[in-house]
């Protein structure tokens, strides 16, 4: 059983900046599936930012160049990097790990939206 507790949300202008956090129970040494995702109201689940087997993380392409994944090993956290935020980014946003699956990060992100571990979520909020 793996437990992960999301942090760092909250409201922000547009073009602003936040920083999520995700405290994993696991060890995140590994290179199994991890990674970030958000539900925006009334849209489906979709994966921000996912580590993988892959060198780099996937990322959604709406958010490629603002939003940027990293893990810190010591901490076992993971966290998500978020800036010149827009309105189209307010959602919850959930991280999510399967320390039993290893893929590269595009299919770790498909892999993730059926199953694995999630975390209770952290809402962003962005306004004008």
């Known amino acids: 059983q793996v437990q992960l507790v999301e942090s760092g949300g909250g409201s922000v202008q547009i073009g602003g900046s936040l920083r999520l956090s995700c405290a994993i129970s696991?060890?995140?040494?590994?290179?199994?599936?991890m990674g970030w995702f958000r539900r925006a109201p009334g849209k489906e689940r979709e994966a921000v930012a996912v580590?993988?087997?892959?060198?780099?993380?996937y990322y959604l392409d709406s958010v490629k160049g603002r939003f940027t994944v990293s893990k810190d090993n010591a901490k076992n956290t993971l966290y998500l990097q978020m800036h010149s935020l827009n309105a189209d980014d307010t959602a919850m946003y959930y991280c999510?790990?399967?320390?039993?699956?290893?893929?590269?990060?595009?299919?770790?992100?498909?892999?993730?939206?059926?199953?694995?571990?999630w975390g209770q979520g952290t809402q962003v909020t962005v306004s004008s």
């Open positions: 999510a790990a399967d320390p039993a699956f290893y893929a590269v990060a595009v299919e770790c992100g498909s892999r993730l939206l059926r199953s694995g571990f």
């Open positions: 696991g060890n995140t040494a590994g290179s199994y599936c």
């Open positions: 580590f993988g087997l892959s060198a780099g993380a």
